[in-house]
């Protein structure tokens, strides 16, 4: 798994390749990791293979949005609408979106946590013309930081005499198991047949 900082660095060097003029999705087809493009809609218009292995489906071109993945949730396990999701948030914003993660779903009920680095693209003019998105799986991390949010969760309600905070921080705890019991059991064979 990239760093943030060599993250950011493949994202660089696929921006340099759509923007040099040359076939710039020679470079990203060699990129290890799910790369993707949309046009300024959100449809996608382009997509590595590393994108079906994560995703564990193929993506539709002209007719997916947003995203390449099934579906789409919070790391409190709420659903995520595509349309609310970290590459709609930059094309919407006209920025890139750093530091968020969500959790993918395949087809085949399988849970990754990823974090994705969305970037819009503009022309020589200035106009966004779409936006280029890097997923990397981060499904190991955020099950351990879920996991210590939740043993938190759990101190703290038995260190509270209040029965409705008490109550409030165990429906939490038990909510954050839940997520990284999902990604355990749902992730590891998909992590398996990464090593």
Do not use: K
């Not at 449809?43 to 390449?68: I, K, M, S």
């Not at 919070?74 to 969500?102: F, K, N, S, Y």
């Amino acid at each position: 798994m990239p760093s943030p900082d060599e993250a950011e660095q493949i994202v660089a060097r696929a921006l340099d390749a759509l923007s040099s003029g040359s076939d710039g999705t020679a470079v990203l087809d060699q990129i290890e990791v799910p790369v993707y493009t949309t046009d300024a809609q959100g449809a996608v218009t382009y997509w590595n293979r590393a994108c079906v292995d994560f995703a564990g489906r193929e993506p539709q071109l002209g007719r997916d949005r947003w995203c390449v993945t099934w579906h789409l949730y919070t790391t409190a396990g709420e659903p995520l609408a595509h349309e609310d999701c970290p590459m709609a948030q930059a094309i919407r914003e006209q920025r890139p979106i750093r530091d968020a993660v969500a959790i993918a779903e395949r087809p085949d009920g399988r849970r990754r946590a990823f974090r994705p680095y969305p970037t819009p693209l503009f022309d020589a003019d200035g106009r966004l013309t779409g936006a280029i998105n890097m997923l990397i799986d981060v499904t190991l991390e955020q099950s351990a930081a879920l996991a210590a949010q939740a043993d938190r969760c759990r101190r703290l309600a038995n260190a509270s005499y209040d029965r409705e905070i008490c109550a409030s921080l165990a429906a939490m705890a038990e909510g954050l198991e839940r997520t990284v019991d999902e990604l355990a059991s749902r992730a590891r064979p998909s992590l398996a047949a990464a090593e």
